[in-house]
């Protein structure tokens, strides 16, 4: 038997309401009263709070200990604030009609809700749809069919692009817009970032023939949230602005594998050499002489790559920061591309959708 809305997923307008009380959020649903607990309204923005208290445009109808019963006013709907920086109504109003968007990297519900919201424009990319009921219809064109000026991609998963030198436009708890070009468009504050719990910084990078060198030195702060550590080679069709993933969205879909040298705990250099040609990853011994990696995988075919070092909490992907860019010719000529200096990564070993499984459950108990 199977039964139908036994899980909700709540569209980019609900979402709106939830977080700021917008307006158009209300005005779209068609909202006639609102249900204001103590905890929910103490979360909302200060002008949100207003909004409540003004009987012009909310009249209370029920006053309990800890919740009200208010009836939306037209005062309130015929409102036309400027919308929260947060919210989908923001981004929506960002973005020009006349834009190519590509949606990448976000779950199913998140790649929904942004492209409700951007129904506007030539959305890229594909939104399938599952059991989700999706009011408003998505036409979206192939990935590469035209450039895109925007992206928007999620905000804890890795990119090998160098997001430190664009300045998004738009971002909430779970995405981050960028222009791909410079854009006249208002550009916003970037997200605050939490303190790093693994980086990786690469130095002495050497190129010679069609191998090359660099130094990786990792050093970890958050030794009880990983396990183990291993490389991987990632086609890499979408880049620079996302490293592709599986259907869950979380695990990395490697072409080839390489065991790891590195345990939780402290700082730790080697120096390796990458030959793509071959498909080897060698790590220096101590008599300077390179040993070849055990490692799983084909040769490698024309195309472009991403050479990332991941962690792992037993089974489940806790991070992954990419290290290297390879492009490989039809005529066999290779070109490396590394991602130097120092990128940092928060180890996230237990995400959301996985806080059930025997791994995550393990870990919030010894934690």
């Known amino acids: 038997m199977r ?3 036994a899980e909700t997923s709540h569209g980019p307008e609900h ?38 208290d003004d009987p012009q445009l909310f009249e209370l109808l029920v006053d309990g200990e800890a919740d009200r019963l208010y009836r939306v006013l037209p005062t309130f709907l015929n409102l036309n604030p400027a919308p929260d920086p947060r919210s989908f109504e923001a981004l929506r109003l960002t973005i020009p009609a006349s834009s190519a968007v590509r949606v990448m990297g976000l779950t199913a519900e998140d790649s929904l809700r942004i492209a409700s919201t951007l129904a506007h424009t030539r959305l890229l990319g594909s939104f399938p749809k599952g059991d989700i009921h999706v009011r408003s219809e998505i036409i979206s064109y192939p990935p590469h069919s035209v450039p895109a000026d925007f992206v928007v991609i999620a905000r804890d998963r890795p990119s090998p692009f160098d997001l430190r030198s664009v300045r998004p436009i738009w971002w909430n708890q779970s995405a981050i817009a960028y222009a791909t070009e410079a854009s006249s468009l208002l550009v916003v504050d970037p997200p605050p970032q939490p303190d790093a719990e693994f980086s990786l910084r690469l130095s002495e990078v050497q190129q010679a023939d069609d191998r090359i060198s660099f130094r990786a030195t990792f050093t970890d702060h958050a030794p009880t949230a990983w396990t183990g550590q291993d490389w991987l080679l990632i086609s890499g069709e979408d880049l620079p602005w996302s490293l592709p993933t599986e259907d869950n969205g979380i695990t990395v879909a490697s072409l080839a594998w390489f065991a790891g040298q590195i345990a939780p705990g402290g700082e730790s250099t080697h120096v390796y050499e990458f030959d793509a040609g071959q498909n080897q990853l060698a790590v220096q011994k101590a008599d300077g002489r390179f040993a070849g990696i055990q490692s799983s995988g084909d040769r490698l075919a024309p195309g472009t790559y991403v050479l990332a070092v991941r962690l792992r909490y037993d089974h489940l992907q806790a991070a992954i920061i990419p290290v290297l860019r390879i492009a490989i010719a039809n005529s066999g000529h290779l070109d490396y591309t590394p991602y130097a200096g120092e990128h940092a990564t928060q180890i996230t070993p237990c995400p959301e959708r996985l806080k059930y499984t025997a791994s995550c459950r393990r870990l919030a108990l010894e934690s």
């Open 15 to 52: 979402i709106d309401a939830i977080s700021f009380l917008e307006p158009i959020a209300l005005r779209r649903m068609g909202t006639t009263h609102v249900h204001a607990t103590d905890d929910w309204i103490a979360l909302l923005p200060d002008r949100a709070q207003r909004w409540l």
């Open 3 to 5: 039964y139908s809305h």
